[in-house]
């Protein structure tokens, strides 16, 4: 079975939204819409959305929740440490950068992400791993060889642990412990930045080295 991945550079912190679909060309999944959706929108208009994938509700990554799940009624899904976060402008950071966004604040996520579950999306099977440091309920997924790695993971870079529940220890140990383990030919979509893979960072990543 095929996957299909488009993304969408969106919002001033220039997020990565991704767009999969399945072998149904009509079926599809967002990882992560972030600010500024318009051009999301419009790739989905004819589309049916089964969920919305969060790897983590900082507010660069959830700006085009609210107003995507409103148009398509598709589910949201978000780890459980970071339910809160949705709701609070405060948590997700979007009342601590005034220059960068106003406020954001959505609905509750419809659904609970944990360690080790699996979603049955768009005709695929997307693996959960609980990826903590970056934020305390970051999450990666893993469909196939392609991997969603939010900001966890870059090419040639690692996501920053200054900002709420971040923490150094947990993002290096997610890194070696559970994202390094999948094998140097999974293809890494990160939440910024063009995609690399577990091999080119495990031999070139100088934060990881």
Not at 119 to 135: A, C, D, M, Q, Y
Not at 147 to 154: A, E, K, Q, Y
Not at 170 to 180: A, G, M, T, V
Request: charged share 20%.
């Amino acid at each position: 079975m095929t996957l299909s991945i488009r993304s969408f550079n969106l919002g001033p912190l220039q997020t990565n939204a991704y767009l999969l679909q399945g072998d149904d060309p009509q079926r599809a999944v967002i990882i992560d819409p972030g600010m500024n959706p318009g051009p999301l929108l419009r790739a989905i208009e004819p589309l049916t959305i089964e969920a919305i994938l969060l790897t983590h509700a900082h507010f660069d990554h959830i700006g085009g929740v609210e107003e995507i799940r409103n148009s398509k009624g598709c589910p949201v899904y978000l780890h459980a440490l970071e339910q809160d976060w949705l709701t609070s402008p405060k948590l997700n950071g979007s009342l601590m950068w005034p220059e960068a966004s106003p406020p954001i604040s959505t609905e509750p996520a419809e659904y609970d992400l944990a360690e080790g579950q699996q979603l049955n999306l768009i005709g695929h099977t997307f693996r959960v791993f609980h990826t903590p440091g970056h934020s305390p309920g970051s999450v990666s997924f893993l469909c196939g060889k392609d991997l969603f790695s939010g900001d966890v993971l870059f090419r040639q870079g690692v996501g920053r642990t200054d900002l709420t529940g971040g923490r150094e220890r947990d993002l290096y140990d997610s890194i070696q412990n559970k994202l390094f383990p999948l094998g140097d030919d999974v293809t890494v979509y990160s939440g910024h930045g063009p995609k690399t893979s577990i091999g080119y960072e495990k031999a070139n990543n100088p934060y990881i080295r």
